[in-house]
């Protein structure tokens, strides 16, 4: 688990950021790219928080693991 802990870090950080990138553009405060079918999307915010979520929990189980 020693080598995965890296690793998973690094992906749950990633997924965290995107998360919230697709948060911001489902609820309008993000307006890049301009030609984005996110924008305004409540459904993208939804399913934004649920990619923050899974990342957050990706790095729990990573800086818990021995």
């Known amino acids: 688990m020693r080598r995965w ?4 870090i690094a992906l749950g950080a990633a997924l965290a950021l995107v998360g919230l990138l697709f948060i911001g553009q489902g609820l309008g ?3 890049w790219p301009r030609s984005s079918f996110m924008l305004d999307q ?3 915010a939804d399913r ?7 990342g ?11």
């Open 5 to 8: 802990r890296p690793v998973l």
């Open 29 to 31: 405060y993000i307006g």
């Open 42 to 44: 409540r459904v993208w």
């Open 48 to 54: 934004g928080a649920g990619v923050a979520v899974i």
């Open 56 to 66: 957050l929990f990706m790095i729990l189980i990573a800086r818990r693991a021995r």
